[in-house]
């Protein structure tokens, strides 16, 4: 009798372990569920917006640019909005976003690979700490602070050099390419740590310098990763705004020297958005499109040569 209650008490405890572990089972894919669904409205969410953001800007701009005149529009050198009828041709604005963007890239990029170089081949580990922290604290830094250090330092300097105000294209060059330096630097080093350390131990087994190993070997091995990096700083340059507009003189004309004054695409909005109506608020987010193609074309590039590269 004793035996059959202990092998009864027995198989209930099993049983109930085993109601036990289908109730956690059960909770665990219950949760497991709960999250996915959170995770996934979080994703259409995002998507949303971007679509509703795309929607908004092409269903406003696209009618204007059509009844406007594409041509009138992309090639018109006069912006006037005060005119009757308005004046809107965007070319001064596309140019001025061309020469600016490209004169920070060529400033930014020497500079930021080889600091990138420095820091991944040759920075000692104390000082590299300090580069690595100053890099982080730069990217983080607000543009609108980079507008006043430029007030306060690039403009004076300018207008002692060049004349003027000192608010012109050249400044806004030299702005811009410092602020394209982290995101050059932060990825075109994270490009050379990822070539492997074969590479290296085999350039050096073979009788080559540090300096020809760096040089010849990493640098190509990492060089689609780097011209990543400069890609990624054309279009954080190209949608500059805030900085820009403290410093650039805001002349929608097209420039004829690298010290005349200068209006971006971006800039362009954020002057006359405040206050447009009617016909000229519709020219200004056709800009944005205008602008939105740009920074498209320039992902849409950094996307091929990430796929190159993988």
Not at 232 to 239: E, H, N, Q, S
Not at 255 to 277: C, H, K, W
Request: proline letters at 5%; charged letters at 15%; hydrophobic letters at 50%.
């Amino acid at each position: 009798m004793q035996y059959n209650d202990k092998l009864n008490l027995k198989k209930l405890d099993q049983d109930l372990i085993t109601v036990n572990k289908k109730k956690k089972k059960v909770q665990k894919i219950g949760m497991e569920n709960w999250m996915k669904g959170i995770f996934f409205m979080c994703a259409v969410f995002s998507i949303s917006s971007i679509v509703f953001m795309i929607y908004f800007i092409f269903s406003s701009g696209i009618p204007f640019i059509t009844e406007y005149g594409v041509a009138r529009f992309l090639t018109g050198t006069t912006w006037a909005p005060s005119n009757t009828p308005g004046s809107y041709g965007i070319l001064p604005m596309m140019i001025g976003s061309i020469l600016v963007t490209g004169g920070a890239t060529l400033i930014g990029m020497p500079i930021g690979i080889l600091t990138a170089v420095f820091m991944a081949a040759y920075c000692p580990p104390e000082l590299y700490k300090i580069l690595k922290a100053a890099v982080n604290l730069m990217a983080a830094i607000p543009s609108i602070l980079y507008g006043f250090f430029a007030l306060q330092f690039i403009v004076p300097f300018m207008r002692e050099v060049a004349g003027g105000t000192g608010m012109n294209m050249m400044t806004a060059m030299i702005l811009l390419g410092l602020m394209i330096l982290p995101t050059i630097i932060s990825l075109s080093e994270a490009a050379l740590r990822a070539v492997p350390r074969s590479y290296y131990e085999g350039s050096l087994a073979l009788g080559t310098t540090h300096e020809k190993t760096v040089l010849s070997v990493m640098v190509p091995a990492a060089k689609s990763g780097i011209i990543s990096s400069v890609i990624l700083g054309i279009g954080r340059a190209i949608g500059e705004t805030m900085a820009v507009v403290l410093i650039a003189g805001n002349q929608p004309i097209i420039p004829d020297s690298l010290f005349s004054g200068v209006r971006t695409l971006t800039t362009n909005i954020v002057l006359e958005m405040a206050y447009a109506q009617g016909e000229h608020k519709e020219a200004l987010i056709a800009t944005a499109a205008v602008l939105f193609l740009f920074i498209l074309m320039i992902n849409s590039l950094f996307l091929y040569v990430k796929k190159k590269r993988g």
